[in-house]
């Protein structure tokens, strides 16, 4: 993907669905709304065409939403892409698969093509198409699925995990295909907009801190399947 950067916006350059840009001249553009100022625009060349990529100012303080009561700890995990404190399982996307198979096969006939060819290059094109499908597709199943949790609850609680480190192990390709850090990123603006409250906790002192008192009763081996709290 390559991108052309304008930081330079001209005066008066917004009318009703158009843009001035310093080098490209008018843009069409979606109607922007009252009270935002325009900082920096940027122009993307994708698989799906020519995107118009905004950076707007508001100035304004940003509601803060406190803790409400009713909680819920989401959990992120391969077998399971959410797992409610409540007792809910998200299971995997499967319709992907499909997609899958279509950009493997793809990738096979590419193999034996030459470079520098158009029909090497109409490939390149239906490959980069499917990427962008299965991206877009995957967005907007997270979009319907994080207000079914945001009704539940008035709280909620997510790990804090470095999703990078999980790109990095032998399910690279489990983890990233699921899209777990769009998810959580999601899961925050959607939140914020239905005022719940939304807070990272840490992944490693879970099952290590009694929270009624504040005891930390240390690490567990893995032949500990079960541990009583109330000794303390």
């Given at each position: 993907m390559?991108?052309?950067?304008?930081?330079?916006?001209?005066?008066?350059?917004?009318?009703?669905?158009?843009?001035k840009?310093s080098?490209?001249g008018w843009?069409?553009?979606r109607n922007?709304?009252g009270?935002?100022?325009l900082?920096?625009?940027?122009?993307l060349?994708g698989?799906?065409g020519?995107?118009v990529?905004?950076?707007?100012?508001?100035?304004?303080?940003?509601?803060y939403?406190?803790?409400h009561?009713?909680?819920?700890?989401?959990?992120?995990?391969?077998?399971k892409?959410?797992?409610?404190?409540?007792?809910?399982?998200?299971?995997r996307?499967?319709?992907?698969?499909?997609?899958?198979?279509?950009?493997?096969l793809?990738?096979?006939?590419?193999?034996?093509?030459q470079?520098?060819?158009?029909?090497?290059?109409?490939?390149?094109?239906?490959i980069?198409?499917?990427?962008?499908r299965i991206?877009?597709?995957?967005k907007?199943?997270?979009?319907k699925l994080?207000?079914h949790?945001?009704?539940q609850?008035?709280?909620?609680?997510?790990?804090?995990i470095?999703?990078?480190s999980?790109?990095?192990?032998?399910?690279?390709?489990d983890?990233?295909?699921?899209?777990f850090?769009?998810?959580?990123?999601?899961?925050k603006?959607?939140?914020?907009?239905?005022?719940?409250?939304?807070?990272?906790?840490?992944?490693n002192?879970?099952?290590?801190?009694?929270?009624n008192?504040g005891?930390?009763?240390g690490?567990?081996?893995?032949?500990?399947?079960?541990h009583n709290?109330?000794?303390?």
């Amino acid at each position: 993907m390559r991108f052309y950067k304008d930081s330079q916006i001209l005066k008066n350059c917004v009318e009703v669905n158009q843009i001035k840009l310093s080098q490209l001249g008018w843009v069409k553009s979606r109607n922007i709304q009252g009270g935002f100022e325009l900082r920096q625009a940027r122009i993307l060349r994708g698989a799906s065409g020519y995107l118009v990529m905004f950076s707007m100012q508001l100035k304004g303080n940003i509601p803060y939403v406190p803790f409400h009561w009713h909680p819920l700890e989401i959990s992120l995990s391969l077998d399971k892409f959410f797992a409610i404190s409540d007792g809910e399982f998200v299971d995997r996307p499967r319709f992907l698969n499909q997609l899958h198979r279509k950009i493997k096969l793809l990738q096979l006939r590419l193999r034996n093509k030459q470079t520098g060819y158009n029909n090497s290059y109409k490939l390149y094109q239906k490959i980069a198409q499917l990427y962008r499908r299965i991206s877009d597709t995957r967005k907007n199943w997270h979009f319907k699925l994080v207000p079914h949790f945001c009704d539940q609850a008035q709280s909620a609680f997510i790990e804090n995990i470095d999703f990078r480190s999980w790109g990095r192990r032998i399910l690279s390709k489990d983890s990233l295909e699921d899209g777990f850090k769009r998810a959580v990123t999601i899961l925050k603006l959607v939140a914020w907009k239905r005022y719940v409250f939304i807070a990272e906790i840490d992944k490693n002192l879970i099952s290590q801190i009694y929270i009624n008192y504040g005891f930390h009763t240390g690490k567990k081996t893995f032949d500990v399947r079960k541990h009583n709290c109330f000794e303390y």
